[in-house]
């Protein structure tokens, strides 16, 4: 497992040199293997999320829904990090509150436990999915390097949330399939069901299709 998880690392710390993967490696505290099939949800909207998940192989969808309405958020494939960002931002946030007192020797501001990290949106397994999880209360355990892992996570999530913005709000149809090909990777790409896609490029099936099938028309 050590070197399925050293290669995981280098994809989600792409600019950290391989010796300093290694000693994050040996930090780490145990990594439970897991084994979803197709269909399990990794977490749901409603829980109390404790742990994100390293997916090593396999397909996600992460989606939200309003009574009989879904609208899919993100897709995820092998080297990701699967969790609920927006609710585990706040987690931590309140984390970083609670501490900086004993930091600066002032007394803090919390007098009862934080308040658990509810996911606000539902992730399930396209695909069998195969990965590890780990607890968000050992990642407070890694010292500088868990600063350096919420940070990279932060900056993926945003970078990924202004692209789709900006997709649905600037770009046709047409313009908002052709950039999820150009930039989405081929596994998401060639394997993601097309009502799937529909519903993440904010479209309908029938349009995907219409530009699938008819790639000169406009849309």
């Not at 946030?93 to 803090?108: C, V």
């Not at 397994?125 to 890694?142: H, Q």
């Amino acid at each position: 497992m050590a070197q399925s998880m050293l290669d995981l690392l280098a994809i989600l710390l792409p600019n950290t040199p391989i010796n300093n993967l290694e000693d994050l490696l040996q930090r780490l505290p145990l990594l439970t293997p897991v084994h979803f099939a197709k269909g399990d949800n990794i977490y749901y909207k409603g829980q109390a999320a404790s742990q994100l998940f390293i997916l090593q192989s396999g397909l996600v969808r992460v989606f939200d829904y309003e009574q009989d309405n879904e609208v899919n958020l993100r897709f995820l494939c092998d080297g990701s990090v699967v969790m609920p960002f927006y609710d585990v931002a706040i987690y931590w946030q309140q984390i970083n509150t609670a501490i900086q007192p004993a930091i600066s020797n002032r007394p803090s501001c919390f007098t009862h436990p934080l308040p658990a990290c509810i996911a606000r949106d539902t992730a399930q397994c396209l695909t069998a999915c195969t990965g590890f999880m780990l607890s968000l209360a050992a990642i407070e355990e890694l010292g500088d390097w868990a600063m350096s892992l919420k940070l990279e996570l932060a900056l993926r999530h945003y970078k990924s949330m202004e692209n789709r913005l900006r997709m649905l709000q600037l770009k046709s149809a047409k313009q908002r399939y052709q950039s999820f090909v150009a930039t989405m990777p081929d596994q998401i790409v060639h394997h993601i069901p097309s009502l799937q896609i529909a519903s993440y490029l904010g479209i309908t099936p029938e349009t995907l299709s219409r530009i699938r099938h008819h790639p000169l028309l406009d849309g």
